[in-house]
């Protein structure tokens, strides 16, 4: 059986530090995922992680026992990111373009729907607040829970369903008239 993500940190923490390359198998995609989300570029999502890493590396010393890895680790890509804007005086911006299709095959009109409308979501959920996009990405796409997102956060378990409440409203609100209006999410791949 598998060490869990805890036990392999416990022991980065102590010194082996070849058991943080597990970490990152196990990790990376989840948060190049976050990343990409919350700022729309894949380029920034690579490096953030990449940063993440080394932050884990380097603040090894401080991951305390009773905590959860995973919690531990959003705590650090948050952080990183907050000084990758800062450092960059970035904003976040609508998501780059989708994935090329690499089929020739047309592709069913059902599919072809589908992806324009998770196209649609895409842009509809960058018209949102960082704090609102921040918060459906942890709960929806990252599927942490209420608990941990207030830890994270730093704030009560109430806050944390208020604000995913409103966020979904805000986000149905701006998808149905995008919807409407059918705008185009046009950004320059980075």
Not at 125 to 144: G, T
């Amino acid at each position: 059986m598998a060490d869990t993500d805890e036990i392999l940190m416990q022991a980065v923490r102590e010194g082996d530090v070849s058991k943080l390359a597990a970490l990152f198998e196990r990790h990376h995609r989840v948060l190049y995922d976050f990343f990409a989300r919350l700022t729309g570029s894949r380029t920034i999502a690579d490096d953030l992680v990449q940063d993440v890493f080394f932050r884990i590396l380097k603040y090894r010393k401080t991951y305390r026992d009773n905590r959860r890895f995973r919690a531990w680790m959003f705590h650090i890509a948050r952080n990183a990111r907050v000084d990758y804007v800062r450092r960059n005086s970035c904003e976040s911006r609508p998501p780059e373009n989708g994935i090329p299709i690499e089929s020739a095959q047309p592709l069913p009109e059902q599919e072809i729907e589908h992806l324009q409308q998770a196209d649609l979501l895409e842009c509809a959920l960058f018209r949102l607040s960082e704090e609102k996009r921040e918060v459906l990405i942890l709960s929806r796409y990252e599927d942490m829970k209420y608990e941990e997102i207030a830890d994270l956060i730093g704030c009560s378990i109430g806050t944390v369903k208020v604000r995913v409440h409103r966020a979904l409203k805000e986000l149905r609100e701006i998808f149905f008239k995008m919807s409407r209006e059918k705008p185009l999410c046009d950004v320059k791949k980075s």
